[in-house]
Nanobody, 117 residues
């Protein structure tokens, strides 16, 4: 049974920081492209950051320089360190795992991040 369980969301003031975690089980975590996505009310889900098995990272322009994605292949956990948070970062954040060139594509249930002004 595949599980991706996000945690670490919450309410924070603008300029503050949060660290999201995604605990993964049921897959060979080290082989998967992992990513964080977010969805704000009334908007489409968008990519925040991705991390390949070969430690290549990619960020949305809106978070580059403020957010850092990382992974721990020993503990099968994905992280997102979010600094200098802005009100517009408010969204539900989702963890995703994809195995390239296969149909294996898994999502977590999401964690709410709310940034107040």
């Amino acid at each position: 049974q595949v599980q991706l369980v996000e945690s670490g969301g919450g309410l924070v003031q603008a300029g503050g920081s949060l660290r999201l975690s995604c605990a993964v089980s049921g897959i060979l975590f080290r082989l998967y492209d992992m990513g964080w996505y977010r969805q704000a009310p009334g908007k489409q889900r968008e990519l925040v950051a991705t991390h390949t098995p070969h430690y290549r990272t990619k960020y949305a322009d809106s978070v580059s320089g403020r957010f850092t994605i990382s992974r721990d292949n020993v503990h099968n956990t994905l992280y997102l360190q979010m600094n200098s948070l802005k009100v517009e970062d408010t969204a539900v954040y989702y963890c995703n795992g994809k195995l390239q060139n296969t149909r294996y594509d898994y999502w977590g249930q999401g964690t709410q991040v709310t940034v107040s002004s």
